[in-house]
């Protein structure tokens, strides 16, 4: 069984290695139920994530994903205040450093894997490690448009019904990937309750990380818990907004929490 400390409104794992974390995802569906409240999903919110999900405008979608089986820590700030509120989580679990490990063995193990790729390219290059993989490039979309959105999850779910993974990996950006997500179950949950149902991934850029294709920050930033800063070194103009105007919301929730107690 899975440590989790509430925290945020979110059933975090508390684990101090990912190997119990690997070990339940492996034998998934023989722990799934799907008549409980929980939702065949993993994401690994940061701080900008636990920011979003506390905006009005995401409430709907916050309200889902508090329901996910798997809910990491990633952001090294969300450990930090953990701490300062009582609540110590024991390590942080980023996706990036999850996706090696567990596709590591669903690779020697030829397990079936469904990709969402945001590109052609890391579809290819994963499928050449898995060739029974499947994948599906979604076009661009407006995912306030629920028309188009819809358009994709069908798209996406007919790749879904042909192959019937065990895993769906999803690596667009939020909230894109959660929409499809949640259509996808949507989808097999309206097939009925003997149809399997596979987990969902929500692991954003970590599929390019793993493939060379976008460079994570050396160990000494990823050790100090810095990981974001050295990001926003290399990207400033675009990072800006987020990290120093958008982000600065967390301390405010994180208050909040402590108020709760």
Not at 154 to 163: F, G, S, T
Not at 189 to 207: D, E, I, V
Request: charged share 25%; glycine share 6%; hydrophobic share 45%.
């Amino acid at each position: 069984m899975l440590q989790r400390t509430h925290l945020f409104g979110l059933d975090l794992i508390n684990e101090a290695s990912f190997d119990p974390v690997i070990a339940s995802m492996l034998d998934f569906s023989n722990q799934f139920e799907r008549a409980g409240d929980k939702l065949p999903l993993l994401f690994t919110p940061n701080v900008d994530d636990v920011v979003k999900l506390n905006e009005k405008k995401h409430a709907g979608l916050a309200a889902v994903l508090k329901k996910s089986y798997y809910i990491l820590p990633d952001g090294q700030p969300v450990i930090w205040a953990s701490k300062w509120l009582g609540k110590p989580l024991k390590k942080r679990l980023p996706g990036s450093e999850l996706f090696p490990l567990l596709w590591k063995e669903l690779v020697a193990q030829n397990r079936k894997v469904m990709v969402i790729a945001p590109s052609q390219q890391v579809g290819e290059l994963l499928q050449k490690e898995l060739p029974g993989l499947a994948y599906y490039v979604p076009p661009f979309f407006n995912e306030e448009d629920e028309q188009a959105v819809a358009e994709v999850v069908a798209e996406a779910c007919k790749v879904m019904d042909e192959l019937q993974p065990e895993y769906v990996f999803l690596g667009i950006r939020f909230p894109k990937q959660n929409y499809i997500a949640l259509g996808m179950i949507t989808h097999q949950q309206q097939k009925g309750a003997t149809t399997p149902m596979p987990l969902f991934l929500l692991l954003g850029a970590s599929y390019e990380f793993y493939l060379d294709l976008k460079k994570r920050a050396p160990l000494f930033w990823q050790k100090l818990g810095l990981e974001w800063l050295y990001r926003f070194t290399q990207e400033p103009g675009r990072l800006f907004k987020r990290y120093f105007i958008d982000d600065m919301k967390f301390f405010p929730i994180v208050w909040r929490e402590r108020r709760l107690k």
